[in-house]
């Protein structure tokens, strides 16, 4: 394989690194303050084509292949992770499902306004009940002539509050256990019987909104099944591992905007009379951030191509977020160490970074499920 990005590519992740870094940081306070991301913002992302990485041409979107995708997704994590988590949401599992599954009607349907930022798009899976145990969901789904009466509840579900469809995983045969889940299309706000909650609370990544969604009784037309029944499961675990190598690409990107910040710090703030810079501990925290950026883009690179190349990636997909989330945390830490009290103070983007990272290592399988499914497949 080629380590080295094609310059067409290099070109996407220069033009979405500086909207990133002058657009969307210019308005981080206001997504901080409001917890919302503004509307023109999403304007501009979408005539970037943003909203349609992963979707194909034909559908009007960019048809960007995984490493095409995880370019831009590292670009996008030089930014606001609020602002790039609503898209690489949207833009990974909220819409892989339906370009991989979806029948031509289901496609003609969603895809182009999903692709034009008009649909924003969601996966739930996660419940109360069944976090990193996605075995244990008990949304139900039961089919009643040609429709699915659905009853259950997801939470912490990504883009739920403005999503125009989500892909739900819900029990359509509970004496099959995993092998008894399907996948629905569901528009939240057009639906009866569907309702989201209300907005979450969270640590960091303010404007990347999540909620519960609650569906009581509320009939999905059999047409918006997404592929066939009971594959619903295993499906998703092939929509979550691709997710996986988007986070570790995103966490990269996180990874060198704090470098940059930390050695622009380095070399203008005074101690003693010279550049903290010059001090060996500061020297030796800024090489092991440089060490922890250079692994995570191989790795990442790595595996996107043996995506674009057809491999099964569920064990290096899963090696590629521990490491890079693991070392991101790493990072965001030693970035406020270099910044002293001004990386604890709110205005500072170090500290807006620090709260933000320690969401990556949960969602898309924690840290801990990533270290059994490698164990389990070195061990398989």
């Not at 310059?7 to 308005?27: K, P």
């Not at 898209?87 to 029948?103: D, E, M, Q, R, Y």
């Not at 009581?216 to 997710?243: K, Q, S, V």
Request: aromatic share 6%; charged share 20%.
């Amino acid at each position: 394989m080629d380590f080295n990005l094609p310059d067409d590519l290099r070109e996407v992740q220069a033009t979405i690194r500086d909207f990133m870094l002058n657009r969307v940081e210019s308005r981080a306070h206001e997504i901080e303050d409001t917890n919302s991301v503004p509307p023109e913002l999403f304007k501009e992302a979408a005539a970037l084509g943003l909203f349609g990485l992963s979707i194909p041409e034909e559908y009007g979107g960019v048809g960007l292949g995984m490493l095409g995708r995880c370019a831009v997704y590292e670009a996008l994590g030089q930014g606001h992770m609020g602002f790039g988590g609503v898209i690489s949401a949207h833009a990974s599992i909220g819409t892989s499902g339906l370009v991989k599954l979806g029948n031509e009607e289901q496609k003609q349907r969603f895809l182009p306004r999903m692709a034009s930022g008009e649909c924003v798009a969601g996966f739930a899976i996660t419940e109360p009940s069944s976090g990193s145990d996605a075995a244990n969901i008990r949304t139900r789904a039961v089919k009643k002539d040609d429709v699915y009466v659905l009853n259950g509840t997801k939470h912490y579900i990504s883009n739920a509050p403005i999503a125009g469809l989500l892909t739900v995983i819900a029990i359509t045969d509970p004496s099959q256990g995993t092998k008894g889940m399907s996948a629905f299309l569901v528009e939240p706000q057009n639906t009866p019987g569907v309702r989201v909650g209300k907005i979450d609370e969270k640590m960091g990544q303010k404007g990347a909104l999540s909620a519960e969604v609650i569906f009581e009784d509320a009939e999905i037309p059999a047409a918006n099944l997404l592929g066939p029944e009971h594959m619903g499961y295993r499906e998703a675990l092939g929509i979550l591992t691709a997710g996986r190598v988007g986070i570790a690409a995103r966490s990269t990107g996180a990874m060198q905007r704090l470098l940059d910040l930390s050695v622009a710090h380095a070399k203008t703030r005074e101690q003693f009379g010279q550049p903290i810079g010059e001090f060996q501990a500061v020297q030796f925290m800024l090489a092991e951030m440089e060490i922890a950026v250079q692994t995570s883009r191989v790795l990442w690179q790595k595996v996107a191509w043996m995506v674009d190349e057809g491999q099964d990636v569920r064990r290096m997909a899963s090696i590629a977020k521990y490491h890079a989330t693991e070392a991101l945390s790493q990072v965001a830490d030693k970035a406020v160490q270099v910044a002293g009290g001004m990386g604890y103070m709110k205005d500072s983007p170090v500290e807006r970074y620090y709260r933000d990272q320690r969401l990556l290592r949960i969602y898309e399988g924690t840290s801990e499920i990533q270290k059994i499914i490698i164990a389990r497949s070195l061990l398989a």
